[in-house]
Structures are given as C-alpha cells and as structure tokens.
T-cell receptor
Framework: QKEVEQNSGPLSVPEGAIASLNCTYS??????FFWYRQYSGKSPELIMS????GDKEDGRFTAQLNKASQYVSLLIRDSQPSDSATYLC???????????????FGKGTKLSVKP | NAGVTQTPKFQVLKTGQSMTLQCAQD?????MYWYRQDPGMGLRLIYY???????DKGEVPNGYNVSRLNKREFSLRLESAAPSQTSVYFC???????????FGPGTRLTVL
C-alpha cells in the first residue's frame, strides 16, 4: 500500500510562473512533513519542513498543509530554470521527535522550468 | 563543517564480492540512516541507528549489515553482492529534537 503519493510529472512551467507540487499521504496520524529537492545525479536537499496546518513561507517557497484532507503542497513563486529538479515529499508517521526510521518518501515530481 | 560524507562515490563489484560503504557526519546527530534509491522505486530505508550502539531494520534490509562504529560513523556492508543491489546508496542523519534528515552525496554501486 502506497503511503505517500506524488504525481511523477514532468510538470513544465514557464520561467517566472508559479509551480505547484502536490502530495497526499495515507496515514492520518502523520505529524511531520518535508519537501526535498533533488537535482539529477545529486542527493536530496531539505528545502521545507511543516508541522501544523496552514502555510509556511521561506523566500520563494511556500509549503501548505491540510491534515484533514491529508494533503501537503509546495508552491514555488517566480520559478527559475535553476528550480528544475525532482521534488520529493516525505512524511514522518510519528511526528515531531518521533520514532526514527519512519520517514516515508514519495517517488517525486519532476519539475522543468522553461526559459 | 562537511555535514554528511560518504565513501566511495562510485564502485563496481562482481557478483559475490563484498564491500563496505562508509558514512560520517559532523553535526553531532544521534540518528543515522542508510537508504537506497532506484528508478521508479523512490528512496527506501535499509537500516537506521537511533543512537550509538543501536541499529534497526528498515524496509529493505535483506543482503545488508550495518555497524554504528561511534556517534559519527555508520557503515553499510554487502557481504555477497548481487546484481539486484545495483543502486545509489545515501546515508543521512538527523537530530532527535527535529526529525529533519540531511543526506550525504551518495554512492553509485554497480554489481555485475
């Protein structure tokens, strides 16, 4: 049973547009949510963490969490070609400071930003 | 501050050979992890260590062993490599106070 679902893409947006990446998760008790960016041939890089319902903004990135709908999203404003990468959604079943080894990753959405 | 480091970066093995992948972190994190990443499968947890002296199996532990040598170092051993173990291996670490995980650069392993 898949636990973290993402559209594999590719999602193609023009430079300067808003890119919207979505993720759903199946375990209702999940408490911690993360977005990682992975460039081709590189390792995942943590870009956002969110723990409570609502929006969290960091520069051009906004993470949105809706626990009732079991949905987390990442918005990238003013998208740049350098944002072209695969974005991984990750969910910790047991929450903040919870049991280690329980970070479940989605398979990622490939984003392409066209100049 | 190097973060999480891994050696080697690339390795080619023949079926049946053994090798150890090394991982070290300088962030004073208690928890360390080994993942493998395969096309279409995403990141899958092999083993993790919540603290020095403890290790636990993840989703795909078969064919692997681990050692938490000290707080900084966590190694992954393939005793008898198989072609199915061809993958990219990532080590990660996290602070217990927040469950954010930070990844090393990875090891690309090919088993012929």
């Amino acid at each position: 049973q898949k636990e973290v679902e993402q559209n594999s893409g590719p999602l193609s947006v023009p430079e300067g547009a808003i890119a919207s990446l979505n993720c759903t998760y199946s375990d209702r008790v999940s408490q911690s949510f993360f977005w990682y960016r992975q460039y081709s041939g590189k390792s995942p890089e943590l870009i956002m963490s969110i723990y409570s319902n609502g929006d969290k903004e960091d520069g051009r990135f906004t993470a949105q969490l809706n626990k009732a709908s079991q949905y987390v999203s990442l918005l990238i404003r003013d998208s740049q070609p350098s944002d072209s990468a695969t974005y991984l959604c990750a969910v910790n079943r047991y929450g903040y400071g919870g049991s280690q080894g329980n970070l479940i990753f989605g398979k990622g959405t490939k984003l392409s930003v066209k100049p | 501050n190097a973060g999480v480091t891994q050696t080697p970066k690339f390795q080619v093995l023949k079926t049946g050979q053994s090798m150890t992948l090394q991982c070290a972190q300088d962030m004073n994190h208690n928890s360390m992890y080994w993942y493998r990443q395969d096309p279409g499968m995403g990141l899958r947890l092999i083993y993790y260590s919540a603290s020095e002296g403890t290790t636990d199996k993840g989703e795909v532990p078969n064919g692997y062993n681990v050692s938490r040598l000290n707080k900084r170092e966590f190694s992954l051993r393939l005793e008898s490599a198989a072609p199915s173990q061809t993958s990219v291996y990532f080590c990660a670490s996290s602070d217990d106070r927040a469950d954010e995980q930070f990844f090393g650069p990875g090891t690309r392993l090919t088993v012929l």
